[in-house]
């Protein structure tokens, strides 16, 4: 009777204070799975408010804009010989002027997009270890 009723008696220990030791300061893996989560939040948050401020160059509803910068605009293609990009750019004083125009209307939409990608490249680099 003695043993059985220490079994079911509740615990000095709730499921709140476990909750609590978890993200106690000193407790490791507590403060990185909060810090995994808060930064997975934040990336979301920042992808869910640069979807609604994507600029029309980069739509299909700036098609005509995005001709008059394509010189200027790089794909893929970029990362396999810059140099040609970067001297076909500089030689011609059109395509300078070109990227002057685009990066004053978009810089900063486009750092924020750089800075969304590479805190998503961060976290997955985080995950892996």
């Not at 300078?96 to 680099?125: G, H």
Request: hydrophobic share 40%; glycine share 4%.
């Amino acid at each position: 009777d003695r043993y059985m009723g220490r079994i079911l008696e509740p615990s000095t220990t709730s499921l709140h204070q476990m909750g609590h030791d978890f993200l106690d300061e000193h407790n490791v893996a507590g403060q990185t799975l909060l810090r995994l989560v808060s930064r997975g939040n934040a990336i979301i948050a920042e992808l869910l408010r640069l979807s609604d401020n994507i600029p029309p160059i980069f739509s299909l509803d700036g098609k005509e804009e995005f001709q008059k910068f394509a010189e200027v605009l790089m794909d893929g293609r970029y990362r396999d010989n810059p140099d040609f990009y970067e001297t076909k750019i500089a030689q011609s004083e059109e395509l300078l002027e070109l990227e002057e125009e685009f990066w004053v209307n978009n810089s900063a939409i486009c750092t924020r997009f750089y800075q969304l990608f590479d805190s998503i490249f961060k976290y997955v680099s985080d995950l892996n270890i």
